[in-house]
């Protein structure tokens, strides 16, 4: 019979982040109970699975490893123009993210908003 494979660390990643959509932005934070900024959503979400990542959107931009657009897959996390923002991709050429100020953890579709057009990178940092 058909075993399903098990979910990879960076599925069971966003499985996390998108379980904290809803939960109020705020600036320093990396918690559910506190709110996220959007390098501490990432931070969070693979802290879930045991993958220790810095809180700096700057400091992810250079983790990992480089995936073109083309090749993007659940978990890859998404650096947008100037460095100062990231999310998570959660396939479908969609977003889990910690927007600003005033918003909440949300997921977002790149195509529809003015993020895709500002990605500038899209690093993997788990192979399996």
Known sequence: ????????????????????VGTPYRWGGESPATGFDCSGLVRWAYGRVGIDLPHSSYALYSEGRRVR??????????????????GLYIGNGRMVHSPETGRNVE???????????????????VVA
């Open 69 to 86: 657009e083309s090749q993007m897959a659940p978990g890859d996390i998404l650096v947008f123009d100037g460095l100062g923002h990231v």
């Open 107 to 125: 997921v977002d579709r790149l195509a529809a908003t003015n993020y895709g057009a500002r990605l500038v990178a899209a690093r993997r940092v």
């Open 1 to 20: 019979s058909y075993v399903p494979e098990p979910p990879t660390k960076a599925e069971r990643a966003v499985k996390g982040a998108l379980g904290a």
